[in-house]
């Protein structure tokens, strides 16, 4: 079988994300660069994740074009290749419609940190509503993670998050959702206070030095 590593990884990177709740029904998709071959795997449209096998997973080449797989590429297809030819740095890309990034997505310009784990995934700006699945919005998804954003949310729609391989786009998965769980329970009981800017900062130079605890 074609890039078969690959998509091992998505489909386990799939059931994962079905399995902490991140992901339901059909709805969302996963795609992961081959470490050689300028080609993507990506899970299929419509085709529910449960009992996927590796042949249905979709292999896209970096312009969306449907090479290999059983069924066509997830309609998402736009962005997440969009945001692969512009970040060389990422290899792999998550979008669901998980429950709280999509509420916190309707209502802010962009949501905060609050623990110090978080503070590696912020800042997570909020893309405008455009139609699923268009240019339109791979493009402001590519202009909102900017040159090393983990993670985005989209109005009305949900998130997408990547990193430089499927661990660290579904850490970034789990954490933007926690981030939206926490700040929406603390709006709620009217305590909200995110980290200040200076200790989120001090965070991430920790994270990139690989010192934190």
């Given at each position: 079988m074609k890039y078969e590593k690959i998509r091992e990884q998505v489909l386990e990177a799939i059931l994962d994300a079905v399995d902490q709740g991140l992901i339901k029904g059909t709805s969302g998709n996963i795609a992961l660069?081959?470490?050689?071959?300028?080609?993507?795997?990506?899970?299929?449209?419509?085709?529910p994740y449960k009992g996927m096998t590796l042949e249905d997973i979709a292999i896209?080449?970096?312009?969306?074009?449907?090479?290999?797989?059983?069924?066509?590429?997830?309609?998402e297809v736009p962005m997440h290749?969009?945001?692969?030819?512009?970040r060389p740095d990422v290899k792999a890309t998550v979008h669901t419609h998980a429950m709280f990034a999509t509420i916190m997505a309707m209502g802010a310009e962009?949501?905060?940190?609050?623990?110090?784990?978080?503070?590696?995934?912020?800042?997570?700006?909020?893309?405008?509503?455009?139609?699923?699945?268009?240019?339109?919005?791979?493009?402001?998804?590519?202009?909102?993670?900017?040159?090393s954003g983990k993670s985005v949310l989209i109005k009305n729609h949900g998130m997408f998050c990547c990193g430089k391989n499927m661990k660290a786009a579904m850490s970034a998965t789990v954490y933007t959702e926690e981030m939206a769980v926490t700040e929406y329970y603390a709006r709620v009981l009217g305590n909200f206070e995110p980290m200040p800017q200076e200790a989120v900062d001090k965070m991430q130079a920790l994270i990139a030095a690989d010192q934190a605890v």
């Amino acid at each position: 079988m074609k890039y078969e590593k690959i998509r091992e990884q998505v489909l386990e990177a799939i059931l994962d994300a079905v399995d902490q709740g991140l992901i339901k029904g059909t709805s969302g998709n996963i795609a992961l660069r081959d470490d050689e071959d300028d080609v993507v795997a990506i899970t299929p449209s419509g085709v529910p994740y449960k009992g996927m096998t590796l042949e249905d997973i979709a292999i896209v080449d970096l312009n969306g074009k449907w090479l290999d797989g059983n069924f066509k590429p997830s309609s998402e297809v736009p962005m997440h290749t969009a945001v692969m030819r512009a970040r060389p740095d990422v290899k792999a890309t998550v979008h669901t419609h998980a429950m709280f990034a999509t509420i916190m997505a309707m209502g802010a310009e962009e949501i905060k940190a609050t623990t110090p784990p978080q503070c590696e995934f912020v800042p997570v700006r909020v893309v405008p509503f455009t139609m699923p699945g268009s240019d339109e919005v791979a493009d402001r998804v590519v202009e909102a993670l900017g040159e090393s954003g983990k993670s985005v949310l989209i109005k009305n729609h949900g998130m997408f998050c990547c990193g430089k391989n499927m661990k660290a786009a579904m850490s970034a998965t789990v954490y933007t959702e926690e981030m939206a769980v926490t700040e929406y329970y603390a709006r709620v009981l009217g305590n909200f206070e995110p980290m200040p800017q200076e200790a989120v900062d001090k965070m991430q130079a920790l994270i990139a030095a690989d010192q934190a605890v």
